[in-house]
């Protein structure tokens, strides 16, 4: 790269390239808003004098840079403070008393519609299939696909709302009883 001299002295004197700086030279600040350089800057001359500390400086061994050494340990001694304490944990099965207080977070009412739900749901699951088997009973009975229309109708009907019912029973549970327990459960602690 060749710069014009004036720039240079110009760059040190607005603090680049001052032993200040560990992480290497920056672009020079050019003062005269010239970019093309008008006086080139030989290395191989000798009047290098000047560059000399900044090249001292730059490549000299870093007090920073040292090995690493082993932090001193601190002292353990009794610690008045509580600190962590250990969790208490039981094993077995889930008691009663902790579904209650679930049930009880989540809204006892939206806990009765979601089983609800989810039992219709069951209940239009199982019709669509009772539809479909009484349709081929009555296409092998008939011998042909009279009245496909009724049963497409009905299968319809029964595959629509049990997904329907699924849809809400999801909803209820995740959305309406879900932030609700979390909400009383853990905000309330």
């Known amino acids: 790269m060749i710069i014009q001299a004036s720039s240079l002295t110009t760059y040190y004197r607005h603090g680049h390239g001052s032993t200040s700086s560990a992480s290497g030279m920056s672009t020079p600040y050019i003062t005269n808003g010239d970019v093309t350089p008008k006086e080139e800057i030989n290395p191989i001359d000798n009047d ?8 001292f400086e730059k490549t000299r061994e870093r007090v920073s840079f040292t090995e690493a050494r082993v932090a001193k340990q601190p002292s353990r001694k009794a610690s008045s403070s509580t600190g962590l304490t250990k ?3 039981e094993q077995g099965r889930v008691k009663l008393n902790v579904y209650k207080q679930y049930i009880e977070a989540a809204s006892k009412t939206g806990f009765i519609f979601f089983l609800l739900l989810t039992v219709l749901q069951q209940a239009a699951s199982v019709a669509a299939n009772l539809t479909l088997r009484d349709w081929g009973e009555h296409n092998r009975e008939v011998g042909a696909n009279r009245g496909m229309m009724k049963y497409l109708i009905i299968y319809g009907s029964f595959s629509l709302s049990s997904t329907l019912l699924s849809g809400l029973s999801s909803i209820l549970i995740w959305v309406y009883c879900g932030l609700r327990s979390a909400r009383r459960l853990h905000d309330g602690v």
């Open 48 to 55: 290098t004098s000047q560059y000399a500390g900044v090249i």
């Open 87 to 89: 969790e208490h944990t």
